[in-house]
């Protein structure tokens, strides 16, 4: 607040201050041209009388420095700005990292076979339970959707994976290696990750895909633009194509189109575990079907889990995992969670209720 306050003051004290002095200089230049003087006030301003040619001059020169002085005042804006900027930055810099990769990191297998979760339970704050004695195992290849109310723990179970943070007890295995003892760049490079409000640069749509993998060629890039379902609304209605700068946090773009884009950077970085959280939650249902259709071709070979509101995307999971309370309320196939899961039952009758 004082940092707005004081630069809205700045341009209104420059430009009177500077009315103010020519002011003066244009009265006291012409009372002693005008009259031969070469003192005001007994003060001695000039070494000779002035003639109107050179009062002239003096007055072209004077307005001609209130520019400058003018844009000294915006810089000290701009300091004074960053000064305060940094004060907020440095303190953030200086914090350790909760997550770190270990000083003797295990080795990932070449491909992996189950991801694990042996009584994982994490809480933000003491006290407060996010996940409660979670064990379960993923198969590699499979795709697993995960449903529940929300605030069950959903998003937090799969933000294990990547290390946004530890468990606070019970161990994320990868192949019977606890994802602690791994280096977190050797593990990150194999998981691609699509969130409802994924990152944008304030950059091209090019750039933006190619993120997944900076090195990417103009063709590795239309790929999975296409498989995404965006290559179309890139070339048809953004104006200049994949060089559209899609502005800060991707501002020009809709949230379908953010999330395409999204999604065709983590197809490009052809991960071997894709987490979708609520990947298509802001795209039409036309849209989701055929990025249904492209994630049933690229989850081949893949682990997936899909975090999800919307129970059309069952259809692409091979088990479904219920969450209720950060706890496992069902893990199974769907034909077979409608039978033995109450609540996995009524969100699904939900779901159809309201698009009924």
């Given at each position: 607040?004082?940092?707005?306050?004081?630069?809205?003051?700045?341009?209104?004290?420059?430009?009177?201050?500077?009315?103010?002095?020519?002011?003066?200089?244009?009265?006291?230049?012409?009372?002693?041209?005008?009259?031969?003087?070469?003192?005001?006030?007994?003060?001695?301003?000039?070494?000779?009388?002035?003639?109107?040619?050179?009062?002239?001059?003096?007055?072209?020169?004077?307005?001609?420095?209130?520019e400058p002085a003018r844009k000294l005042s915006e810089i000290f804006n701009s300091i004074q700005a960053g000064?305060?900027?940094?004060?907020?930055?440095?303190?953030?810099?200086?914090?350790?990292?909760?997550?770190?990769?270990?000083?003797?990191?295990?080795?990932?297998?070449?491909?992996?076979?189950?991801?694990?979760?042996?009584?994982?339970?994490?809480?933000y704050a003491?006290?407060?339970?996010?996940?409660?004695?979670?064990?379960?195992?993923?198969?590699?290849?499979?795709?697993?959707?995960?449903?529940?109310?929300?605030?069950?723990?959903k998003t937090?179970?799969?933000?294990?994976?990547?290390?946004?943070?530890?468990p606070t007890t019970g161990q994320v295995k990868l192949d019977g290696v606890?994802?602690?003892?791994?280096?977190?760049?050797?593990?990150?490079?194999?998981?691609?990750?699509?969130?409802?409000?994924?990152?944008?640069?304030?950059?091209?749509?090019?750039?933006n895909i190619a993120a997944g993998r900076i090195e990417a060629t103009h063709d590795e890039v239309l790929a999975p633009a296409k498989k995404a379902r965006a290559h179309r609304f890139i070339v048809d209605k953004l104006e200049a194509g994949y060089d559209t700068v899609v502005g800060t946090s991707g501002g020009?773009?809709?949230?379908?189109?953010?999330?395409?884009?999204?999604?065709a950077r983590a197809i490009l970085r052809q991960p071997?575990?894709?987490?979708?959280?609520?990947?298509?939650?802001?795209?039409?249902?036309e849209s989701e079907q055929l990025i249904h259709q492209a994630l049933e071709e690229f989850s081949v070979g893949r682990t997936v889990f899909m975090v999800t509101h919307r129970m059309s995307t069952l259809s692409l999971a091979d088990r479904v995992l219920v969450m209720n309370g950060g706890r496992v309320e069902g893990f199974d196939t769907h034909s077979n969670l409608i039978q033995s899961c109450g609540l996995y039952r009524r969100l699904y009758d939900l779901q159809f209720k309201k698009s009924a």
């Open positions: 607040m004082k940092i707005s306050f004081y630069s809205a003051l700045t341009k209104p004290i420059t430009e009177t201050m500077g009315i103010v002095m020519i002011s003066l200089a244009l009265l006291a230049g012409a009372y002693l041209a005008l009259n031969g003087e070469t003192h005001l006030f007994g003060i001695r301003l000039a070494d000779r009388r002035l003639d109107v040619p050179s009062l002239l001059v003096f007055y072209g020169l004077l307005i001609g420095t209130t000064v305060a900027a940094a004060d907020r930055l440095y303190p953030m810099l200086d914090k350790e990292p909760l997550v770190v990769s270990p000083q003797d990191p295990t080795p990932l297998p070449t491909s992996h076979q189950q991801i694990q979760f042996e009584n994982v339970s994490f809480h003491e006290g407060v339970g996010v996940l409660n004695g979670i064990d379960l195992t993923v198969n590699f290849g499979e795709t697993i959707a995960i449903v529940g109310p929300n605030g069950c723990g937090t179970l799969v933000q294990l994976l990547p290390r946004f943070f530890d606890d994802l602690r003892d791994v280096r977190l760049r050797d593990l990150r490079q194999r998981i691609g990750m699509v969130t409802q409000q994924s990152a944008m640069f304030d950059d091209t749509v090019f750039r020009r773009l809709s949230g379908g189109q953010r999330q395409r884009i999204a999604l071997e575990i894709l987490i979708l959280d609520e990947a298509t939650s802001q795209i039409d249902l």
